[in-house]
T-cell receptor, first 113, second 116 residues
Framework: QKEVEQNSGPLSVPEGAIASLNCTYSDRGSQSFFWYRQYSGKSPELIMSIYSNGDKEDGRFTAQLNKASQYVSLLIRDSQPSDSATYLCAVTLRGSSASKIIFGSGTRLSIRP | DTGVSQNPRHKITKRGQNVTFRCDPISEHNRLYWYRQTLGQGPEFLTYFQNEAQLEKSRLLSDRFSAERPKGSFSTLEIQRTEQGDSAMYLC??????????????FGPGTRLTVL
């Protein structure tokens, strides 16, 4: 079992709709969770961090964390063509001094006009 | 803007040559990380520093790889006797360590290495 799993996609969503990206992780002791956006040929850009169960909203983005289910998700409201990118879920492992981040392989999101 | 910077942005080398990459973190950040990313995969952790101390190194990192952060500011990653399998994007990230454990890492633009 991979430590961080994501559906590779591509996930195709019409412009203006809600895009829902999902991630599961294996280490029940994980404490910190991140979503990065990566455009083709570019480096990852941090868009959301979440540390507690529940929802965290920032503009059009909402991160949701359920530690009991070992599940973290990212919702993008009012999707725009500029949201087309690969979204990487990242998790810190228990006992890693909160520094070693494990990334999933990413979900490719395509917003169709 | 004083984000993370990396040089060079691209490097093409022949198999067997040594290469060195540089990373300059965000100025107030005390932690610096190196990752490697290949096509279709997420970044893979290589090593990290807190100030000048190298605190963790991936078991996947062979002896041909070495990293330094001599004055706790910029860092270098050297690959000796490069192999074609070393071709990848090498990413540097930095963070400000908090005792709370929160640890948001910010990435530089990366150095793309091609080994011929």
């Amino acid at each position: 079992q991979k430590e961080v799993e994501q559906n590779s996609g591509p996930l195709s969503v019409p412009e203006g709709a809600i895009a829902s990206l999902n991630c599961t992780y294996s280490d029940r002791g994980s404490q910190s969770f991140f979503w990065y956006r990566q455009y083709s040929g570019k480096s990852p850009e941090l868009i959301m961090s979440i540390y507690s169960n529940g929802d965290k909203e920032d503009g059009r983005f909402t991160a949701q964390l359920n530690k009991a289910s070992q599940y973290v998700s990212l919702l993008i409201r009012d999707s725009q063509p500029s949201d087309s990118a690969t979204y990487l879920c990242a998790v810190t492992l228990r006992g890693s001094s909160a520094s070693k981040i494990i990334f999933g392989s990413g979900t490719r999101l395509s917003i169709r006009p | 803007d004083t984000g993370v910077s990396q040089n060079p942005r691209h490097k093409i080398t022949k198999r067997g040559q040594n290469v060195t990459f540089r990373c300059d973190p965000i100025s107030e950040h005390n932690r610096l990380y190196w990752y490697r990313q290949t096509l279709g995969q997420g970044p893979e952790f290589l090593t990290y520093f807190q100030n000048e101390a190298q605190l963790e190194k991936s078991r996947l990192l062979s002896d041909r790889f070495s990293a330094e952060r001599p004055k706790g500011s910029f860092s270098t990653l050297e690959i000796q006797r490069t192999e074609q399998g070393d071709s990848a994007m090498y990413l540097c990230a930095s963070s400000l360590y908090r005792t709370s454990g929160y640890n948001e890492q910010f990435f530089g633009p990366g150095t793309r290495l091609t080994v011929l």
